[in-house]
């Protein structure tokens, strides 16, 4: 079975930094693409940044270019994403996926918050 | 960025009648090279994450109801739901996984009458 498990997220001030991490298993972690995808409370889904599975290629959203990063590492079967320079905005369910072939397979999400 | 667009933002339906979203690309999602569309359709109910219910526009993932129908090509596309249950109750967004960056739909909400 796969498994995506978020964990990292939390009140955050505005400016501040947070590094949230995605343990994997039940599949060939080092075989896929991974991707983060965030989901404001209440609103739609907003793709953030994918990695490619070893690791050398990385895109991103505008909105997050410059701020976030995103890294894995396959000997542990983990996925992160360093958030810098956060913003209200930023505010988010912030979900680890795996993309197949057929689509993502998604974590539970971890909540991340921007706040004074 | 291909930009999804879908309709209606929400969807009232009596039990056991059909429900139906559209979703629209701004541009081609399909892909010549292997006859496929990359165009997804996700279940969400509240505190949960995303479901996966059909994939390359008309495949129903495993375990999915067959009441559950993708339809369409290129750049519209379709979700029926042909009986509608208590349990469908959630947002469902489509997603094209075809160009970077990924992009979902706005959602469409499914309620009761």
């Known amino acids: 079975e796969v498994l995506l498990v978020e964990s990292g997220g939390g009140l955050v001030q505005p400016g501040g930094s947070l590094t949230l991490s995605c343990a994997a298993s039940?599949?060939?972690?080092?075989?896929?693409?991974m991707h983060w995808v965030l989901q404001v409370p209440g609103k739609g889904l907003i793709w953030v940044s994918r990695i490619n599975p070893d690791g050398s290629n990385t895109n991103y959203a505008d909105s997050v270019k410059g701020r976030f990063t995103i890294s894995r590492d396959n000997a542990q079967d983990r996925l992160y994403l360093q958030m810098d320079s956060l913003r209200a905005e930023d505010t988010a369910v912030y979900y680890c996926?795996?993309?197949?072939?057929?689509?993502?397979?998604w974590g539970q999400g971890t909540l991340v918050t921007v706040s004074s | 960025d291909i930009v999804m667009t879908q309709s209606p933002d929400s969807l009232t339906v009596s039990l056991g009648e059909r429900a139906t979203i559209h979703c629209r690309s701004s541009?081609?999602?399909?892909?010549?090279?292997?006859?496929?569309?990359?165009l997804t359709w996700y279940q969400q109910k509240p505190g949960q994450p995303p479901k996966l219910l059909i994939y390359w526009a008309s495949t129903r993932e495993s375990g999915v109801p067959d009441r559950f129908i993708g339809s369409g090509s290129g750049t519209d596309f379709t979700l029926t739901i042909s009986s509608l249950q208590a349990e469908d109750v959630a947002v469902y967004y489509c997603?094209?996984?075809?160009?970077?960056?990924?992009?979902f739909g706005q959602g469409t909400k499914v309620e009761i009458k």
């Open positions: 541009q081609s999602v399909f892909y010549s090279s292997n006859n496929k569309n990359y």
């Open positions: 039940g599949f060939t972690f080092r075989s896929y693409w």
């Open positions: 997603q094209q996984y075809y160009r970077t960056p990924r992009t």
């Open positions: 996926t795996r993309e197949t072939e057929s689509g993502y397979d």
